[in-house]
């Protein structure tokens, strides 16, 4: 899981952000940091349980992250079941620092509330996206609670 985690910022810009044709729907992750820190937040959005936590993720998004909150939006995001992986980059170096055992040593979260386990699953992460949104409505909002090692 080191490498996967150093190698995520990286790997991100080579990640397909196109728009698809037809259906897409809009996903709003919002993070919050318990100790109000600011930092840079990075997204990875995963779409399958066999790159669940791989270098390639299926998009990967970053935002700031100002006095512990911040929303990155995935625009254009084909119907289906995803899990995010958010991490607080608080030195800069673009990846989610890790000890030398691979334990994360930077704030980290999962969707759909799933506890700070590094081991946590696909599955136990995952929600359905649906192309279906109200006009005014921000489409599929997932909340992450960033959590220290």
Known sequence: MRTTFRNLFVLGGCVTIGSFAGESALLKVVVEEPNRSSCQVYVAVYRDPGSWLSEKPFRFENQRMKLGFGTVI???????KY???AYCDFNGNGRLDESSDGVP???YGFSK?????YEMSFSSAAFPVTSKREASGPGEVQKIL???P
């Open 146 to 148: 960033l959590l220290r």
């Open 105 to 107: 040593q930077e704030p």
């Open 113 to 117: 509330g799933g506890p700070g386990s």
């Open 83 to 85: 899990a995010i992986l």
């Open 74 to 80: 995935v625009k254009d995001l084909p119907p289906g």
